[in-house]
């Protein structure tokens, strides 16, 4: 818990630096030119910039032992940036990347065994390239713009000393399926949402492959270049 509290600020940055910055250096924009509606400008090619805050939780264990214990990742706030190359097509091509601070807990499996009382930090790093295609909606709703997300990357995790050699330091496929939308509020501000399941293959301690799943639930503000 204190290691969410001590990040909470870097997502307070990422929001302020995508958010702040580009709405200082826009001109002043008549009401008629506050918002763009789709359905009278039509599929654009164009660039979405995103820093967002989240909510990881992963639904497996990193590892699992009957006779002893087993290990998971702590559900804990994230903190990433996203980049998405629109084109007029409604498909697009874009980066993901956040960070994940947490800790690992320990799953006692047989209580007449004795168990590690903390195995410390974990940090959790996912960079995925994306695929995107996005809807779009004509009438009151034209600044809805819900998206469907495919991509595939790596995940790294940093682990404390203590927890060696149970869970060490590793780097591993990812693939990131997902959906969400944005919300066009101005005329190059939007509010992102979105869910996306990261899944992993990894080798575990008993050198068996392993799938890891992890659901990210995010919001984040963004600054559309046209």
Known sequence: MKRIERALPVGVLILSCVSVAPVA????????????????????SVFDLVGFVGWMAP???ITDDPASFGTAINPSASFGVEGTRWFGSGFGIGFLGFWT??????????????VPDDLGDVDYFSAVVTGLYRLFVTGPASTVQPYFLLGAGVRHLSVSEEA??????????????????????????????????????FEGPDSDSRLQNDILVSIGVGYRFF
Do not use: C, H, W
């Open 101 to 114: 601070p947490s800790e690992l807990d320990v799953i006692q499996r047989n209580v007449s065994v004795e």
């Open 59 to 61: 639904l497996n264990d």
């Open 25 to 44: 250096a826009q001109e002043t924009i008549t009401p008629r030119q506050e918002r763009i509606p789709l359905e009278r400008e039509g599929p654009q």
């Open 164 to 201: 060696a050699p149970i869970v060490e330091d590793a780097t591993d496929p990812q693939l990131a399926v997902g959906l969400g939308t944005f919300v066009q509020v101005g005329s190059s501000i939007t509010v992102r949402f979105g869910v996306q399941d990261f899944l992993s293959v």
